[in-house]
């Protein structure tokens, strides 16, 4: 794409440096992103972030803004003088329309260099053209489903495909409850639920497992007995999940009301301490897979942990971490840049991202820039998440 727009953007940017210089401007940054330096050489950048910060899942676009702004507090001090960062919130409302407005306005208003974000993947999948075509570099912390990088260079993500983390959990489960036959149950109208399901589905018949029945619901639902007794009915030996916090948790609670008393294997839209609270003695059992434990016996995760806990109260989740890491990682290739404005400097860095050593593990981008990681099987016990065993 860059190659693309050739010498038609090499003449427009010269008429309109000289322009700008004529009229004794400053020049802005290079490839459109917001960049300048202080008075005492210090590079500013302003970076967007799109979340799902009012309605239905608001809880994840909290924990992700509270993740962010933690990192951001602690960079900006470490890295005075050289680097400040800016951060311009978004609230999506988990909704793709509200998602594009939101990217166009900090594209081509705020003039970031680079997006955090957004929440969901069926989001990503509406903005992630939006910034490829403005040569933006977009970071997704929590975008999961199949294809998030095929839409184009300009997109990376630091959270572990479905693909990834859904199998590890499969395995461990059905070699702890010796799991023959499974049903399956999954919200249809949300890319990142049917790319869940997809891969728990894909990954059943790999290991022999008889399907004995698929469900589905929409987000926004609140009764899933009719669907649950049908499963029950079946009589499986597990039941696969794969739906966001609210719906997923309302589903884990009937089929514990309604006497279904099988392993219950989540995606990774169960990662999240609602979970616990909506779902309640039900959630007890629950398996799912996450690239971040706030119970590691790490260093550096248990000192994100402190501080966290210092600051908003309580135990970071997955979509904490993954927002701290996202933005250190941000920070990193910025400050290796030595462009605060330049999008596709920090492009290229991101593109070389190597042994990160985040709070949710090392990473690195492989070629189509996704995250190479390990993630961790984690189980309900006494009402809390803890590693499976």
């Given amino acids: 794409m860059r190659q693309r727009k050739g010498m038609g953007t090499v003449l427009s940017a010269v008429l309109s440096l000289a322009l700008l210089a004529g009229c004794g401007a400053q020049p802005a940054a290079t490839n459109g992103g917001s960049g300048a330096e202080a008075g005492n050489g210090e590079q500013v ?8 910060l009012s309605g239905s899942g608001a809880a994840y676009g909290e924990a992700q803004k509270q993740g962010l702004e933690l990192a951001l507090t602690e960079l900006n001090e470490a890295n005075k003088g050289k680097l400040k960062i800016e951060l311009i919130t978004e609230d999506s409302g988990g909704k793709k329309e509200s998602a594009i407005n939101a990217a166009n306005k900090l594209i081509n208003q705020d003039k970031v260099v680079g997006i955090i974000g957004p929440t969901l993947s ?5 903005i992630g053209p939006v910034a490829s075509e403005a040569e933006t570099p977009i970071l997704g912390i929590s975008n999961t489903a199949e294809g998030i990088n095929d839409i184009g260079e300009y997109v990376f993500r630091n959270s572990l495909p479905e693909s990834v983390a859904i199998p590890a959990a499969m395995d ?10 499974a049903a399956f149950i999954y919200a249809k ?3 990142f639920s049917v790319s869940g399901f997809k891969t728990m589905k894909a990954t059943a018949e790999k290991m022999g497992l008889t399907n004995l029945g698929e469900e589905t619901f929409s987000n926004g639902d609140v009764d899933f007995a009719a669907q649950l007794t049908k499963i029950k009915a079946a009589n499986p030996d597990a039941l696969f999940v794969s739906a966001l916090y609210k719906e997923g948790s309302l589903v884990v609670k009937k089929a514990r009301e309604i006497g279904l008393n099988v392993p219950i294997i989540g995606g990774n839209g169960f990662n999240n301490p609602q979970v616990l609270e909506i779902a309640g003695h039900a959630a007890e059992g ?7 434990s706030p119970d590691k016996k790490d260093e550096n995760v248990q000192n994100f942990v402190k501080k966290y806990e ?3 109260g ?14 250190y990682i941000m920070a990193q290739s910025l400050l290796k840049t030595n462009k605060g404005g330049d999008r596709n400097a920090l492009r290229d ?4 991202l190597k042994d990160f050593n985040g709070v949710s593990g090392k990473l690195s981008f492989d070629e189509k820039r996704n995250p190479i990681g390990v993630p961790v099987v984690v189980t309900v016990k006494a009402g809390k998440f803890v590693t499976f065993e």
């Fill in 45 to 52: 950048a302003k970076i967007g972030y799109i979340g799902f």
């Fill in 172 to 181: 461990v489960a059905v070699k702890k409850h010796g799991i023959k036959t």
């Fill in 349 to 352: 860095e991101l593109a070389q």
């Fill in 310 to 312: 210092e600051k908003y």
């Fill in 286 to 292: 629950l398996i799912v897979a996450t690239p971040f």
């Fill in 189 to 191: 109208n949300d890319d």
């Fill in 314 to 327: 309580k135990k970071p989740d997955q979509f904490a971490a993954q927002a701290y890491d996202g933005m």
């Fill in 122 to 126: 069926g989001e990503m999948f509406a």
